[in-house]
């Protein structure tokens, strides 16, 4: 079945310092690959998307390349804010957004 | 803007207790979800809803049951809670876009 593998945290990291959240995935056909984000307290927010191989999702300075060569998905950001503090679950779907298939989440800690 | 809105946000039951945990969205959404979250496991879908009167399992239904009645709203139900089932509890409601979470309701039982 669908699986998804994300490196363990919690990450650690100053402010200003480069983000790289390693994502990997097992599926049959062509799914979907997600990053959402949840910040203390709240629920889960979709924090971008790729639909298709070679696609790029990017929002709020965060990048992800669906690589299908590699089954990879990596989150990255050029400079954190103490404010990325968040935990991180990477997901892929093969039906839309219905039966998402969530990784087991990274922890990030962003330091001033 | 839009709203999927779970009862409780904290709730302590004892072994035992019947749990009823409340999901309303407000969006018209068709589809609706319930995960549960725990540490170094993500989120594991339990049971899941295409329409009203309509469900079905997920990776994780045992111990639990769901109703829904009314589209806007999506009920899980632990019939006799065990301490196993202490854990952070995700509602979802699905449009073509996107999959909008609520803020969750922890459940301690003890």
């Known amino acids: 079945g669908n699986s998804v593998t994300q490196m363990e945290g919690p990450v650690t990291l100053s402010e200003e310092a480069f983000l790289t959240i390693n994502c990997t995935y097992t599926?049959?056909?062509?799914?979907?690959l997600f990053w959402y984000v949840q910040y203390p307290g709240e629920g889960l927010q979709l924090l971008l998307k790729?639909?298709?191989?070679?696609d790029k999702g990017s929002n709020k300075g965060f990048e992800a390349t669906y690589r299908k060569e590699t089954t990879s998905f990596h989150l990255e950001k050029g400079s954190v804010q103490v404010s990325d503090s968040a935990v991180y679950f990477c997901?892929?779907?093969?039906?839309?957004?219905?039966?998402?298939?969530f990784g087991t989440g990274t922890r990030l800690l962003v330091s001033p | 803007d839009v709203k999927v809105t779970q009862s409780s946000r904290y709730l302590v039951k004892r072994t035992g207790e019947k749990v009823f945990l409340e999901c309303v969205q407000d969006m018209d959404h068709e589809n609706m979800f319930w995960y549960r979250q725990d540490p170094g496991l993500g989120l594991r879908l339990i049971y899941f809803?295409?329409?009203?009167?309509?469900?079905e399992k997920g990776d994780i239904p045992e111990g639990y049951s769901v109703s829904r009645e009314k589209k806007e709203r999506f009920s899980l139900i632990l019939e006799s809670a065990s301490t196993n089932q202490t854990s952070m509890y995700l509602c979802a409601s699905s449009g073509p876009r996107e999959l909008f979470f609520g803020e969750g309701s922890r459940l301690t039982v003890l």
């Open positions: 809803s295409y329409d009203v009167k309509m469900k």
């Open positions: 790729a639909t298709k191989a070679d």
């Open positions: 997901a892929l779907s093969d039906q839309g957004f219905q039966k998402l298939v």
């Open positions: 599926a049959t056909g062509y799914p979907s």
